[in-house]
Nanobody, 115 residues
Framework: VQLVESGGGLVQPGGSLRLSCTVS????????MNWDRQAPGKEREPVAT????????VYADSVKGRFTISRDNAKNTVYLQMNNLKPEDTAVYYC?????????WGQGTQVTVSS
């Protein structure tokens, strides 16, 4: 199982980024996918979850109305569109899934929101 995130970077407050996570090693279309983040000095926190069919979606209160999670099962990829970014969104963002009872996540991608 492999998850590879991309799309992070430095952006000014109010800006946007789209993160991608491409997976391999399991039947992507059958499993929910998640985005978590970890800010410096803080514990990892969930950001968004999307069901296998892309219909069931849950967001953390802190990102509701600003972030959108989506998936393309044909491309084995899950996305996180982040709009109106704030300095407090600065973190390493990870995609993860639970496959056969084991949690798998990628190496993470750094998002820095700063002027």
């Amino acid at each position: 199982v492999q998850l590879v995130e991309s799309g992070g970077g430095l952006v000014q407050p109010g800006g946007s980024l789209r993160l991608s996570c491409t997976v391999s090693g399991f039947t992507f279309s059958m499993y929910p996918m998640n985005w978590d983040r970890q800010a410096p000095g803080k514990e990892r926190e969930p950001v968004a979850t999307i069901g296998s069919a892309g219909v069931s979606i849950v967001y953390a209160d802190s990102v509701k109305g600003r972030f959108t999670i989506s998936r393309d099962n044909a491309k084995n990829t899950v996305y996180l569109q982040m709009n109106n970014l704030k300095p407090e969104d600065t973190a390493v963002y990870y995609c993860l899934t639970n496959y056969m009872g084991v949690n798998y996540w990628g190496q993470g991608t750094q998002v820095t929101v700063s002027s």
